[in-house]
């Protein structure tokens, strides 16, 4: 007796949920994320060997390049609390909203005396355009970088309990007593160790 064949039927999977999950989790996630704004210091790092990761928290960042120092700390709590206390050691006040944009800004260089100008430019472009990142001074007489070390250490401390770890952005063809001028700023607050950022030979940073 001849087996009786089973009529196969082609199976049919209705995705439409699937779709709507993944453009709801895409959606989300490009209303969420902060796209990194460019360096306003261009720097052409040396190239090293060593491929260890920087952390992205409890940080601070000092790019060193054409004899200017920038200067940035990671997380908007902290930058705000940084704010706050460079704000009261130079006697200068900062409205709220003054403080939320500053909670934003990436690496910055500029005199405190006009931080609250540079701050009040639209985007990135217009205050890479205003002439106002001269730098952070380093002089003796007026060592504003010590200055937000010194604070940004102190904020970490109070809001993470953690102690803040320094890295250096230096250019491949920065003279050497600039540079060395940062690590005595450094060392005069007991900084000892600092991370140096650097390109992978042969590859992209």
Request: aromatic share 6%; charged share 20%; with cysteine.
């Amino acid at each position: 007796m001849p087996r009786a064949k089973v009529q196969r039927k082609s199976t049919s999977i209705d995705m439409t949920a699937m779709c709507d999950v993944s453009f709801l989790l895409l959606t989300f996630f490009i209303l969420t994320a902060t796209a990194r704004q460019p360096d306003p210091l261009n720097i052409t790092t040396p190239t090293s060997t060593y491929k260890i990761p920087v952390p992205d928290v409890d940080i601070a960042k000092l790019s060193i390049g054409k004899g200017q120092v920038y200067y940035e700390v990671a997380g908007k709590d902290i930058k705000m609390a940084t704010l706050d206390k460079m704000a009261e050691q130079y006697k200068i006040s900062f409205t709220p909203q003054e403080r939320e944009r500053f909670g934003v800004i990436q690496s910055f260089g500029v005199p405190i005396q006009s931080l609250k100008q540079y701050i009040s430019l639209s985007d990135q472009a217009a205050r890479d355009k205003s002439g106002l990142s001269t730098g952070i001074p380093t002089d003796s007489a007026n060592n504003q970088l010590a200055a937000w070390i010194l604070n940004s250490r102190q904020a970490v401390a109070d809001l993470h309990q953690q102690a803040m770890r320094v890295s250096i952005k230096g250019d491949g063809e920065e003279d050497y007593p600039v540079v060395k001028k940062i690590v005595d700023i450094l060392q005069k607050q007991k900084i000892n160790k600092f991370s140096l950022i650097t390109s992978t030979e042969g590859g992209a940073q």
